[in-house]
């Protein structure tokens, strides 16, 4: 089996910071990709930042510039470093990872972590 877990999600107040980090375990050859969505009340689920095995990254319009995911030496762990924090950042973050197989691809998703950021 796969697992991936999320953690350091919380309450911060707008401008400030927080870190999510996101840890894969299971049977499976490589990782090819891990990344970050968001789901807020009553929007649909949205991406936020990915990486590739390669070290490629992108980000959404909201998060570019503010935001910086970075991968574990080991490759098995995927951060997202949050700053200058606004209050539509408020959503549950779950964390997406790609991996691969002898002959095929499989997605999983961590369970989120909840971001309020509020007043």
């Known amino acids: 089996q796969v697992q991936v877990v999320e953690s350091g999600g919380g309450w911060v107040q707008p401008g400030g910071s927080l870190i999510l980090s996101c840890a894969a375990s299971?049977?499976?050859?490589?990782?090819?990709?891990m990344g970050w969505y968001r789901q807020a009340p009553g929007k649909q689920r949205e991406l936020v930042a990915n990486?590739?095995?390669?070290?490629?990254?992108d980000y959404s319009d909201s998060a570019k510039g503010r935001f910086t995911i970075s991968t574990s030496g080991a490759g098995d762990t995927v951060y997202l470093e949050m700053n200058s924090l606004k209050p539509e950042d408020t959503a549950v973050y779950y964390c997406?990872?790609?991996?691969?197989?002898?002959?095929?691809?499989?997605?999983?998703w961590g369970k989120g972590t909840l971001v309020t950021v509020s007043s």
């Open positions: 997406n990872v790609e991996v691969t197989h002898v002959t095929t691809t499989q997605t999983y």
């Open positions: 299971g049977s499976f050859f490589a990782i090819r990709t």
């Open positions: 990486i590739s095995n390669s070290g490629k990254s």
